[in-house]
């Protein structure tokens, strides 16, 4: 980026975005920042995300936002780095002992995933490597 974050001083919410009440309804500060600075409306990106390319939830700066798709935002949390891995996704259910003892075991898909209570896709792709990539 060529400018600076500019934070809005609205009070975060728990996943660090403001709030504002835009014709009685709440919306993201950030969300009306990019339809003023591109002349639209609120209702112009209804179902589109307003992604932040600073990485910054709490900058309104229009030259740091740019409409996208979920997907769109999500390559940007993986290009960023953003997407804890391992134990520290919000939603492991295994751990690194768990995966290795998976990768290890010459046990049935099925009967793992009963054992580990997830499913026996999961299971398949723990043992191809596509899943826990960082562990060896």
Do not use: F
Not at 6 to 29: I, Q, W
Request: include cysteine; aromatic fraction near 6%; hydrophobic fraction near 35%.
């Amino acid at each position: 980026m060529n400018t600076p974050c500019k934070e809005t001083n609205y009070a975060p919410d728990k996943d660090g975005y403001s709030l504002m009440d835009v014709n009685k309804e709440h919306t993201r500060v950030h969300r009306y920042a990019y339809v003023l600075a591109n002349n639209l409306t609120l209702k112009d990106i209804k179902g589109k995300l307003v992604r932040h390319l600073c990485n910054n939830p709490r900058c309104i700066n229009p030259e740091h936002l740019a409409l996208g798709t979920n997907q769109d935002n999500t390559n940007d949390k993986i290009a960023a780095g953003r997407v804890p891995k391992g134990t520290k996704h919000w939603n492991a259910k295994l751990n690194d002992s768990d995966i290795l003892a998976i990768r290890a075991s010459r046990e049935q898909l099925k009967v793992l995933s009963v054992r580990y209570e997830v499913s026996v896709s999961m299971i398949s792709m723990i043992r191809n490597r596509r899943v826990w990539k960082h562990l060896k």
